[in-house]
Each structure stands twice: as structure tokens, then as C-alpha cells.
């Protein structure tokens, strides 16, 4: 294979002009440079590009084949010049995003929206996991970032912003006796518990919040998404544990009443979580940039 993509792009020049003087000049060479070059590249190939003629050049047989390929080429890579710019400019790009499912609605989705205001050509993909879930992807180069709670403890990924999001016991008007509080963790563990799916991270916080007071804490309805644990609570099944921007439509209205404790639960951190040491995307650093700047 021919190294010298120079001679190529000269020959190409040859061909179209037909000439190599007016090649030389749209080139900004001389003519002996043009001439030198393309008989290089005729020894390299082994084949006469063109026919000399009194008053220019005519491609060969040979030479017509040749330029076909290289026009194509050079085609080929004025498309990937552009493609290169639109991404450079953020005209173009993707972004794959993880995030846990009780994190998307108050912390993905206005950054989100404030990323495609900004930058609407970018596509953006959204997968919905748990954080260990998500954290496994991250590592596969499958995620560029990933919402997750903390803490990770993994010597692949990192932590590049991260934001608070307070957690409140809340249930239905069926409850409002136990409004008046505070209520300990074992007068809780006497109600009807609407937790998350067993492993899941926000259950694991629960746990480890009763676990704390030396309580232990059994579902009564064990449900998969935070939406179904405030729609069961506010039809009145039991008493659940929901982050407190998720369900302030709720309370404002009083379909759900947040029940204060005697141990206030801790606030949970968020953290974006990407790879460590593994370049990101020119869209996928836009959006991380536009998170941190957000803290």
C-alpha cells in the first residue's frame, strides 16, 4: 500500500484539471513537484496514470480505474472531516446514560432537560437499573455515565459530581392518626411497610436505617418502583420511605402526610459515576460538565 497519501491527492488533482500546471497551482506547487510526484506514484503502482499531451494529460485505462478508487476515497474522507466537525461542535453525538430508577425523575430528568435545550442535536439513551446494575455496565464501556447511589466502592469507576436528596417517611390520609409523630422506628415496624424489591439499594438504605435502631424491617407489600409505592400509600395499604422531592406534589395536596421519626432518616447521596481513566465522548464530557457545573 501506498504511504504516501500526498501523491494521491495530486494525482487526483492531475486527473480533474487535466493539466498538470493547473494542477501545480490549485495546489500551491510547482509543476516539477506535480510531475515528480506522480511518477512516483506510477513506479510504486507499476502502471502509466496518464498519457502526455501536447497541451495536457489524459488519463490511461489504468489511470481512469485508479482515479475512480481515489476520488471515492477522498470523498470518503471530506464526509468523515465533517462528521469529525459536526461531533467537535456538538451537532452531532450520543450520550448512554444509566441511572437508578428512584434517581431518574428529580435528578436525571432536569439535567436532561437542560442538556437538550442546550444541545438538541445530541441523541441521548437512558437505561433504567439498579446502581450495582449500572455501575457493571459502566465498567463493560457499555454506559459513559451512570446516576447511582452512594457509596461505590470499586477501584474502576469514579464519582465525577455528586448532590444530596432527603429521604421522608410518608402514607396515606388512612394514617393521619400517626401524623402528630415522632414515631419510632419500632412503632413503624407495627405499620404496614411498603418497601422496594429485596437488593435494591433504597431497600438496603431502609434496612440499614431500622438496623440501626436494632430493628428489623419486613415488607407487607414489597413493589418495584417508587410510583407504586406512593400509589399504594396514598390509597391508604401502608407507610413507605420515598425521597422528599419525589412525592412534594403529594404532600402539597395532602393525598400523602410525611410522618416525622424520632431518629430523622439520613439523606442519601446521588453520585455520577463514570469510568475511570476511559476517555469520554465529546457530548458525553458536554453533559458531564453541564453536571458538575450544576452542583
Request: glycine fraction near 6%; hydrophobic fraction near 40%; aromatic fraction near 8%.
Amino acid at each position: 500500500m501506498v504511504s504516501h497519501t500526498e501523491w494521491y491527492r495530486i494525482f487526483l488533482y492531475a486527473a480533474e484539471a487535466s493539466n498538470l500546471t493547473k494542477a501545480a497551482q490549485q495546489l500551491h506547487m510547482t509543476q516539477p513537484s506535480v510531475s515528480y510526484a506522480i511518477k512516483q506514484l506510477e513506479e510504486t503502482l507499476g502502471v502509466t496514470l496518464f498519457n502526455r499531451l501536447p497541451k495536457g494529460v489524459q488519463l490511461t485505462e489504468e489511470g481512469k480505474v485508479l482515479y475512480r478508487h481515489v476520488r471515492l476515497a477522498f470523498e470518503e474522507l471530506g464526509a468523515a472531516e465533517r462528521h469529525m466537525n459536526n461531533l467537535r461542535q456538538l451537532h452531532e453525538g450520543i450520550v448512554r446514560i444509566g441511572a437508578n430508577g428512584a434517581i431518574i425523575r428529580d435528578s436525571v430528568l432536569p439535567a436532561l432537560d437542560a442538556f437538550q435545550d442546550r444541545y438538541p442535536d445530541i441523541h441521548i439513551q437512558l437505561i433504567q437499573d439498579q446502581s450495582s446494575s449500572i455501575v457493571d455496565r459502566l465498567k463493560k464501556g457499555e454506559l459513559d455515565l451512570g446516576f447511582v447511589h452512594l457509596p461505590v466502592s470499586d477501584d474502576e469507576i469514579e464519582i465525577v459530581a455528586s448532590r444530596i436528596s432527603p429521604y421522608c417517611v410518608v402514607a396515606g390520609t388512612a394514617f393521619e392518626e400517626y401524623a402528630d409523630g415522632p414515631l419510632s422506628a419500632e412503632q413503624l415496624t407495627k405499620l404496614p411497610l411498603l418497601l422496594l424489591s429485596s437488593g435494591s439499594s433504597t431497600r438496603k438504605y431502609v434496612e440499614r436505617w431500622f438496623q440501626s435502631q436494632g430493628m428489623e424491617a419486613k415488607a407487607d407489600f414489597e413493589l418495584s418502583s417508587l410510583d407504586m409505592l406512593a400509589e399504594f400509600a396514598e390509597r391508604g395499604y401502608g407507610v413507605t420511605f420515598l425521597p422528599r422531592a419525589f412525592i412534594a406534589s403529594g404532600i402539597s395536596r395532602r393525598s400523602l402526610l410525611e410522618l416525622r421519626t424520632e431518629v430523622p432518616l439520613p439523606d442519601r447521596q446521588i453520585g455520577i459515576a463514570a469510568r475511570k481513566q476511559a476517555p469520554l465522548s465529546i457530548a458525553a464530557e458536554s453533559f458531564r460538565d453541564l453536571l458538575q457545573a450544576q452542583q
